[in-house]
């Protein structure tokens, strides 16, 4: 005598299913602050390479005329440096400015310092734990948070 065995069905219950649901999404609350977190201290990299290569640039200039490019914005002395306006992934604006202030490239009125700043744009806006990055011709290395306070985290 043969007897049938009851095949079971397959598959997930609605509760096992929302509990998957639930697992994912907090792994996923937790995660995505992270990874923005991670994406914008990658960022940086692009002020930090901008700036040194200005900073590499004027030096040169330095050689070349024992003066600093005067500068008087973004638009007139990056050009002059052979730099644009922005970094080259395009998250950071820069500028470089000479010192001391008013200085304007002349023999009376000679630049013998800058200061290059890079300060964040587009979706790099959003760091809040470094809005500017700067150094200056004596290789200072300094950065601001959004609320203009100093941050140590920047040039890491």
Known sequence: MMTM??????????????????????LAAIAYPSYTAQVQKSRRADAQVALLEMTQRQERYFLQGNVYSYAK????NAGELGYGA???ENFYTLAIAATPNGCGGTAASRCTGYVATATATGPQVHDESCKTLSIDNRGAKSATKSDDTASSVCWK
Request: without cysteine; glycine residues 20%; hydrophobic residues 45%.
């Open 73 to 76: 914005g973004v638009g007139s």
């Open 86 to 88: 922005n970094s080259p």
């Open 5 to 26: 065995k009851q095949m079971g069905q397959g598959g997930f219950t609605l509760i096992e299913l929302m509990i998957t649901v639930a697992i994912i999404g907090i």
